[in-house]
């Protein structure tokens, strides 16, 4: 067992290095089950009392097909990039894995029915980068293929806001994921299918936003009418500096959108409500508003209805 322990590549051990190793081609997928391994696909097995999640799976993919590019859901994963549904991390904030890993290459293949290959003329090396020890497309070239693919305008929005909120640390700082210049680049070729509509989503986006709830809320309150600030500078009596949501500035009005995984933990809910009272004390700050991740999801009339209410009143009565 430890010699092919010492074959595995990431945890992964494919079929053909277990015979070169000399083990004989007879029941050899009994042999390696009895030893405990754990199959992947036809072909690939995953080392004893291995998480098998997506990134060992897409591994195993990738072994077997070097020619075969992370890309779409898979590669958005792989870069951290939020979806408005599930992708391998699962729903709008992550989760339960799904069944369908996504790669490009010259020409499109379906390998097994859990695998979707997406056949592209355009894939170089430029197109390429190594995100988790995956070979994926580039985060523009990922953000670039789900938007022209999107099948609604939340769904592209989101995924340009994730991807432009998304910092990652280089040596001492914490870059950008990808820049606005370069998905603007990415979507720029015109007869590019699904490239105007891409254009007209991405002037959508903004960068700094906190999860897909509040992307939804953002285009939910923009097509009410409504054109509050977006994660202004507000600083606390003490003069720390919060980020809201949203912020009308004339009325005084906050608005936060508490996303799925918001209160995760004990802590999490104990940090949200000393934020929720510091808001409330900043100068300028007449009431703050807070909604769902499900509300502005399942009832967005009845949160812009809420604050058209609110502003209405803190317009009527002014601050004295």
Known sequence: ??????????????????????????????????????????GAWALPGKEVDWRTRARAVQLIGPELVCSHRTAAAA????????GPTGGPTGGAETEVLEFSARYGRVVHGR???????????RDCAVRRGLRVT?????????????DSREAAVVVADSALSH??????????????????????APRHPGAPAARRWLSLAVAGSGSPAETVARLRIRDAGLRPETQPALHTATGRPLHPDFYFRAA??????????????????????????????????RRVLRFT???VFDHPHRMTTTIREALASLTATPDT
């Not at 945890?11 to 000399?22: D, F, I, K, N, S």
């Not at 870069?79 to 599930?86: F, K, S, V």
């Not at 695998?115 to 090396?125: K, S, W």
């Open 138 to 150: 580039t985060a523009a070239r990922t953000v670039g293929d789900l938007i022209r693919a999107a």
């Open 167 to 188: 910092r990652f640390v280089t040596g001492l700082h914490r870059a950008p994921l990808v820049r606005a210049e370069e998905l603007a680049a990415e979507l720029a």
């Open 79 to 86: 870069h951290r990039i939020e979806l408005l549904t599930g």
């Open 252 to 285: 005084g009005l906050v608005v936060e959108i508490e996303g799925f995984t918001f209160h995760g933990t004990r802590k999490a809910h104990e940090r949200d409500v000393r934020r929720f009272n510091e808001l409330q004390n900043c100068p300028g700050v």
């Open 293 to 295: 991740a499900r509300e």
């Open 115 to 125: 695998i979707r290959v997406h056949g592209t003329t355009r894939l170089g090396e």
């Open 1 to 42: 067992m430890y010699e092919l322990m010492n074959l595995a590549r990431g945890g992964v051990l494919l079929t053909v290095w277990a015979l070169a190793a000399g083990r004989p081609r007879g029941r050899l997928d009994r042999r390696l089950r009895t030893e405990g391994w754990q199959r992947i696909w036809r």
